[in-house]
């Protein structure tokens, strides 16, 4: 009776502990392959990233943070101001990258989804040199929404990309377009601003052109005023509201300044500090005038590239000068 027993608690034993067997094996390779969450991170916490915007051409791109709102971009041995906005936007993509599911177990798959060396981005981001982070980002993929009877309809499709973390095997399929924020035009990582305010804010532009006085476009009261005289508060708005958030992506490569600025216009307002950007003559005729700014120092933006960005800063005096109105038929 007694050896009865003792088979039975034997098998039972036996089988509790193939039981944890069990757990232990698949239930942790289950945990380690499909996470909660890729990485974990504050934006703000990051003070450098490296990656290569083009795979084939194998160029590293390094933007380091120089002071709280401030990075710069190195590519070579060039540097430049970065766009600050876009490299938050990126980490704040990448900060809890959540899957949706499991794409691929094993490497075989990595070129179709694009995280191999040769096809997907690789991004690594340290904290004071210390890396928090290192994923390859791959392909990303569309379906558009589907409507009744599975006809697609007009609203939001779903958006697909696929990453892994560069020391494992595993693709992961996560929500948004991740490679997006990765711009592979280093003139997209730039800091594009010529000035940053508000239309509201603005309170005096001031106009210095070759060969005339200076004259200024002030506000007086809810209108607006030229050397003291009314203006027209359309037009002045209208002025003041392409000057207040001003970006380009028309740079130009470094050209020395021989030549004092020949125009200039200073922008004052309140909440702000004076913004002043100038003009000065190019060694060409189709940039005609290289521009620079005081919010973006350094930075060089053609007058004449797409956005032509020297008609939309020096205007004329005339037109801020106050519309005649026809008088009413009187019948």
Same mark, same amino acid.
């Given at each position: ?42 934006? $703000? $916490? ?28 190195? *590519? ?10 876009? !490299? ?20 075989? #798959? ?79 990582? #730039?800091?594009?601003?010529?000035? #940053? ?14 060969? +005339?006085? @200076?004259? &200024?476009?002030?506000?007086?009261? &809810? ?6 005289? @009314?203006?027209? +508060? ?21 050209? %020395?300044?021989?030549? @004092? ?21 190019? %060694? ?5 005038? !290289?521009?620079? *700014?005081?919010?973006? @120092? ?17 205007? %004329? ?10 008088? %009413?038929?009187?019948?």
């Amino acid at each position: 009776m007694f050896k009865k027993m003792n088979y039975r608690v034997l098998i039972i034993v036996l089988l509790v502990l193939a039981a944890v067997f069990i757990i232990t094996k698949y239930v942790k390779r289950d945990e380690r392959t499909f996470r909660d969450q890729l990485v974990s991170f504050s934006p $703000e $916490e990051i003070t450098e990233i490296l990656f290569t915007p083009d795979p084939l051409k194998n160029e590293q791109v390094r933007l380091q943070k120089e002071t709280e709102g401030l990075w710069k971009l190195y *590519s070579g041995e060039k540097a430049y101001n970065a766009d600050t906005t876009t !490299i938050y936007n990126m980490l704040r993509s990448l900060a809890g990258l959540k899957p949706s599911r499991v794409a691929a177990m094993n490497d075989s #798959r990595w070129k179709e989804f694009q995280v191999d060396d040769s096809t997907g981005i690789r991004i690594r981001l340290l904290q004071r040199s210390e890396e928090v982070a290192d994923v390859v980002v791959g392909k990303f993929s569309y379906k558009p929404a589907q409507g009744q009877e599975g006809m697609y309809g007009r609203g939001q499709g779903t958006m697909t990309s696929y990453v892994r973390l560069t020391d494992e095997k595993e693709v992961y399929a996560v929500d948004g377009y991740l490679r997006m924020g990765l711009q592979s035009n280093i003139n997209g990582l #730039r800091d594009k601003a010529l000035s #940053r305010t508000k239309r509201d804010d603005i309170t005096r532009v001031t106009f210095t052109y070759p060969g +005339s006085l @200076p004259y &200024t476009l002030e506000r007086q009261g &809810t209108g607006f005023a030229i050397n003291g005289i @009314p203006a027209d +508060s359309t037009a002045s708005a209208l002025y003041l509201g392409s000057i207040a958030r001003l970006s380009s992506q028309d740079f130009l490569s470094d050209i %020395p300044l021989g030549q @004092p600025a020949a125009y200039s216009v200073k922008i004052e307002g309140n909440n702000m500090l004076p913004v002043d950007i100038m003009a000065y003559p190019a %060694p060409d005729t189709v940039n005609k005038y !290289i521009l620079t *700014s005081s919010v973006n @120092p350094g930075t060089l933006f053609s007058g004449y590239g797409k956005n032509k960005l020297f008609e939309k800063v020096f205007v %004329p005096m005339e037109k801020f000068a106050q519309k005649e109105r026809s008088a %009413p038929d009187v019948k």
